[in-house]
């Protein structure tokens, strides 16, 4: 069981490295790998670390490329590191603080 988690999640690690290669060529290819490895990390039932959550957008799932489908933006105000999708204009905002919780209480609420 334990081997099969590292397993999974070393193919999750895969595929957002193809998805971030690939992204230039064919964004819809980088969409799809993104989409097999959260089906998954569901499956396998692993989380996806924070950075790797921070890449898909949360309403299209399009795999967020900063500078190219996506714009980052830090809102002192709100102590949050924003990722506009531009595929869908969906804001996904994220804490500084990579304290877990609070990042999961944020996602529960939208
Ligand atoms: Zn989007």
């Known amino acids: 069981m334990k081997s099969g988690k590292k397993i999974a999640k070393e193919r999750i690690n895969i595929l957002f490295r193809e998805a971030e290669k690939i992204?230039?060529?064919?964004?819809?290819?980088?969409?799809?790998?993104?989409?097999i490895a959260r089906k998954i990390a569901m499956k396998s039932n692993i989380k996806l670390s924070s950075e790797q959550k921070r890449k898909v957008c949360k309403k299209c799932?399009?795999?967020?490329?900063?500078?190219?489908?996506?714009?980052?933006?830090?809102?002192?105000?709100?102590?949050?590191?924003?990722y506009l999708c531009k595929d869908c204009g969906n804001k996904n905002r994220y804490g500084y603080s990579k304290e877990k919780s609070s990042l999961r209480r944020r996602s529960l609420k939208e």
């Open 61 to 82: 799932r399009a795999f967020l490329f900063p500078g190219k489908n996506c714009i980052v933006r830090t809102n002192s105000k709100t102590k949050s590191v924003e």
């Open 23 to 35: 992204f230039n060529e064919n964004p819809a290819l980088s969409k799809r790998y993104v989409f």
